[in-house]
């Protein structure tokens, strides 16, 4: 099927993250509420809304990014009620979870209550939901009065957006508002975690770090698909994101892993063999690393002593490299510990599993 999109006047009102203002929240609450799109910031990345319970709205949704249609957004909600009236059981698991991380970056995915339209979910019978922290976020969810969808503001396979500039960069003319609350915290996604399986199954690792999950209750086991470093196939699927393309920016991604000099050598010699064959090469480096690269473009993801510290600047440096028009970005991997198991796992797909490994 082919959707239609006519072309939109894409509304942008400016707001202070801190202290949004009331009436700017309200217009772009008003246009949640008559079926329209609204991007807006949350602690994690930019996401792009629609009431969750119009199933109209949330095709459009579908269509505005290109998404999909068997990839369900995330339903971001305000308060607990709203939770109950989504779900069919609330584990205890999932109430402890929620209490000590809720407003915050885990989405739990819990099944679903009757009153969820079939496109929200795209057809499954559990959902995926979030109460963010952003001030924005939770002050959208409560002036729309109702969950709200939200997937990732970018088309569809591209890097998430950490800034509104982002946002229009992909989405300008598509969708109807964007608030622009300054660049996001996190600056990777939620971490999204199964609950109707115990113990619990990690399905994407995220703000909220798999030390933390296990520390607060026990035993979490890892769906396959998070540490892969070639891909899966399609049988092991749990979580329909996890097969469609992702944050891969224009340029081809090659990521090596591996101890630091053994890492450098490999990435010099990658880029003499692209430089040869007469490619713009950019180099993804750490700030112990990047002086001693020669490359078109380096840039660094900030300090190897300091992984969670990377994050924010992940899907902006992607690209960045994009809009220096590099052919080919060269990236180092980086420890997969804190939030450094969301960056690699961001880092892998956006090389579509284009790895190498030295010893
Ligand atoms: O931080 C975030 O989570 C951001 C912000 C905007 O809140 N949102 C976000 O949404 O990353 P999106 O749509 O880009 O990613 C949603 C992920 C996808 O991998 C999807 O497959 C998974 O959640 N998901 C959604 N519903 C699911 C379900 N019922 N079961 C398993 N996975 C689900
Ligand atoms: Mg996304």
Known sequence: MRMWLSMKQTK???????????????????????????????ETVYGL??????????????????????NPPIVHVENMSEVYKLTETVPMKAEALIKQFWPGPLTLV???????PEVTTAGLETIAIRMPKHKVAI??????????AAPSANLAGKPSPT???????????????????????IGVESTVLDMTVDPPMLLRPGGTT???????IGAVDLHPFITAEVELPKEKVRSPGMLHKHYAPKAQVILVEGIVPAMMGKIKELTSACWMQGKRVGVLATDETAWAYEADVVKSIGSRRNVDAMAPNLFRLLREFDD???????????????LGMAVMNRLRKASGYNIIKVP
């Open 49 to 70: 809304g629609a009431d969750a319970l119009n199933a109209d709205a949330v095709l459009s949704l579908f269509a505005a990014k290109n998404r999909p249609l068997d």
């Open 139 to 148: 002050a959208l969810v409560r002036e729309s009065g109702c969950p709200i």
């Open 324 to 338: 220096q028009k590099v052919d080919i970005i060269i990236a180092e991997g980086v420890p997969a510990d804190g």
């Open 110 to 116: 819990f099944e679903r209550s009757k009153l969820v």
């Open 210 to 216: 798999l030390e933390a999950l296990r520390k607060a």
């Open 163 to 185: 800034t509104a500039k982002h946002v229009i960069e992909d989405l300008n003319g598509r969708i109807d508002a964007i608030i622009d609350g300054g660049p996001t915290q």
């Open 12 to 42: 942008l009102f400016t707001v202070d993250p801190e202290r949004p203002e009331i009436e700017k929240i309200r217009l772009a609450a008003a246009i949640i509420k008559k079926g329209g799109l609204v991007a807006f910031p949350t």
